[in-house]
């Protein structure tokens, strides 16, 4: 199901970020974030979109932001709205990266890979940060795995134990800094936010 996230985001790339452009209810998140992280470091957005309005954000607080996402056409919006910056088409699963940043950040992105995938990533996620560096993502409240819903399209999702995210911490060399189970002034999102040793 998680290999169908792509085609889905294409297929509805336009209303998407029409949508998403209108909503950034995880400010305070990414405020929190970037706080302590130096203007003009670099920052790592996994699942960019068309980079409304994150990265949006993150380009007037001064940060170089790389964005990766598997859809053409938010990767298009993306290099025409933020030309100065880096945006990969390719699937954040495969990415060969040598650059480590600041912050790494799968806001909307990482609860659409399966279980093992997702530990997977915390793992290459550690790598790509600098010490001291952070990650930041949305996650469900527990471990299962859901069908969302888009356009009458479904959205597949899937969630570790907090446990599970915990451990994945520990073996990445990543101290956790804060995690709300859906909190209220988020939309319901549930956030973890961590930092590299």
């Known amino acids: 199901m ?16 029409r949508d998403r452009s209108r909503d950034f209810v995880e400010r305070p998140w990414i405020e929190r974030f970037v706080m302590p992280l130096p203007r003009g470091g670099a920052i790592l957005d996994l699942g960019c979109g068309g980079g409304e309005p994150i ?8 940060f170089m932001v790389t964005g990766i996402d598997r859809s053409a056409t938010m990767i298009g ?10 945006w990969l088409q390719i699937d954040m699963r495969t990415l060969a990266i040598e650059d480590r940043f600041e912050g790494v950040l799968a806001w909307g992105s990482l609860f659409h890979l ?13 790598t790509w940060l600098k010490p001291g560096g952070r ?12 069908a969302g819903e888009y356009r009458g399209d479904p959205l597949f999702h899937a969630s570790l134990d907090p446990a599970e995210y ?13 995690h709300v189970i859906e909190d209220p002034g988020c939309g319901g999102a549930t956030v973890w936010l961590a930092r590299k040793l």
């Open 114 to 126: 399966d279980h093992d995938e997702q530990e997977k990533m915390i793992a290459r996620m550690a």
């Open 77 to 86: 919006l993306a290099r025409t709205r933020f030309p100065r910056h880096r």
């Open 135 to 146: 990650l930041l993502f949305n996650s469900g409240p527990s471990r299962g795995t859901s």
């Open 55 to 62: 990265a949006r954000y993150l380009t007037d607080q001064g």
């Open 2 to 17: 998680s290999d169908r996230i792509a085609e889905h985001y294409e297929r509805h790339a336009r209303a998407f970020d």
């Open 166 to 178: 915990r451990a994945a911490f520990l073996k990445a060399g990543l101290v956790e800094m804060a």
